[in-house]
């Protein structure tokens, strides 16, 4: 019997290895495939995305082989959530096998207009790293080393500059897969955002919360690997 593919995309400024570590607690029937999004880890040198559909393209290229050969869900946190989303999008479009389960990660539904949220990839240099600071996920050692900086929040910002330019107005086109949807209960997301992805299927959609704000991924690895195996394995 073949494995299950578990397709992992990171959340802004991430790389593939932010899932590593669950390799070790998924169930043995399940392959984790994480996702390395261009001008990060071992495609750092590759030019930033320019639009969704860019970075989506990619990375439904890059898992097209695969998702004709077996059976296969996607996981996505933050970023990652909404590039998954779309990627579902995508796959259906194509018309070929589709995912068996989608996860979606510290990510409001879309479609809804936050006027009291300013926009991370408009901001000055230093209200963009104030800003950065106090969302977390950075190892406070990072902002240090201005090398590293130096490197890294060109790519965040623009990260920011995708995940932020989301078309609100878009119909809304629900999708044929159950959903599992992961989100932290201090994250800095509406009551509206949190209930409305129901409205992005026509199967079940099912929520839970973790302690904790946006970067829960990294402290409930434990709780959520759990999740994944109940639902997949």
Not at 75 to 85: C, D, N, T, V
Not at 158 to 176: G, H, K, M, Q, T
Request: negative net charge; hydrophobic residues 35%.
């Amino acid at each position: 019997m073949k494995k299950m593919k578990l397709f992992c995309i990171p959340y802004a400024g991430g790389s593939a290895i932010i899932y590593n570590k669950w390799s070790q607690q998924l169930h043995s029937s399940i392959e984790l495939v994480p996702i390395e999004l261009a001008g990060r880890g071992r495609r750092m040198h590759e030019e930033y995305y320019q639009n969704i559909p860019e970075a989506v393209e990619d990375i439904f290229n890059f898992i097209s082989k695969d998702i004709t050969q077996t059976p296969y869900a996607i996981f996505g946190h933050s970023m990652g959530a909404m590039l998954a989303y779309h990627l579902t999008q995508r796959i259906r479009e194509a018309k070929v096998s589709q995912p068996v389960h989608v996860f979606l990660s510290g990510r409001g539904a879309p479609g809804i207009k936050r006027d009291d949220k300013k926009k991370y990839h408009l901001m000055n240099e230093q209200e963009f790293l104030e800003a950065v600071v106090k969302l977390g996920g950075t190892p406070p050692e990072f902002f240090e080393h201005p090398e590293l900086m130096q490197l890294f929040l060109p790519l965040l910002r623009n990260d920011f500059r995708l995940s932020e330019s989301e078309d609100i107005n878009a119909v809304i086109r629900p999708l044929d897969h159950q959903l599992s949807i992961l989100l932290g209960k201090d994250e800095d997301l509406t009551a509206e955002q949190c209930d409305s992805w129901k409205r992005h299927t026509h199967k079940l959609c099912t929520t839970y919360y973790f302690n904790g704000g946006h970067f829960f991924l990294h402290d409930e690895t434990t709780q959520i690997t759990k999740i994944i195996n109940n639902t997949l394995a």
